[in-house]
């Protein structure tokens, strides 16, 4: 399976039907890991070797060592994810290896589950189903389960307005939330058309009753949001992070959960994942999820057949339909 071969294209987790459909028309030869989870690292370092492209998971880190073990031939690393902080661009930049991602292909999936973070945690969906099955007895009453009014002039603060913060955006206008955002060098027109307003970090986290965060994962925004970030929020405000895990200080979190500084949170993602700090695990006011953002059906198989056509278009010598710049 890993014997040099200048063309071949190498797929670390087994792909869809469709995905596998469009494997099937490349020129040259393709090899596919048998999880649909990906590969443990040793595997994938021997699969690897030899490899003209690479399409990847986010789970797969793409470092040194994993250039080295697939040797000079390795012309592209396309990742099926948006982000790419798994992805060491600059030691790819270095050996001439493309590295790609799958932008606006998972926009809506994303910004759905965000936006049902957002409910689910204002209006405390999963803590009262949780109460209805515990059996215990219950009739109606004024202060059951009592939570965010959401549509009655709730502010959500957007912290990244790019594509899937954008795609939030249009959700909480149908919700007629008052919108504010961080700066954005690229939201422009559709920013004013949905009437978002501009604001400092700071600022918004003091004004905005849930803070929805959709930025990427960078040396800037690891621990955006620590202590001092949720102070900020107050009680009774709710966070939602479908972004990354590391863009939140887990710890802090858990604590300022614990003792009211902030009301909740919606978590897709988590700081170490797998793994989620245990303080989290035990708390009424904290929505966990597995990473399913972009689970969509026909959003996962847009993120593999745009994965595979980047690859594609690289070992045609084509540009790249979605190149990450280093
Ligand atoms: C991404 O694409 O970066 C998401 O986290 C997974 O879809």
Redesign the pocket.
Known sequence: MSAPNQDRLHVSFRPSDRARQALETLPGPVTCAAAPSGQDRSELLSDVRGAAALVCL?TDRVDAELLDAAGPSLRVVANM???YDNVDVAACAARGITVTN?PGV?DEA?ADLAFALLLATSRRVVEADAFVRSGEPWSWRPDLFVGLDVSSGATLGIVGLGRIGLAMARRARAFDMRIVATPSRSAGDEAARLGIETLPLADLLVTSDVVSLHCPLTPDTRHLVGAEELRLMGPGSVLVNTA?GPIVDEAALAAALADGTIGAAGLD?FENEPAVHPELLALPNVVLLP?I??AGRATRDR?AMLAIDNARAVLAGEPAPTPVHP
Request: aromatic share 0%; proline share 0%.
């Open positions: 986010l994810a948006v982000g799958t998972l994303t990354r993602v990473h953002g972009s993120m």
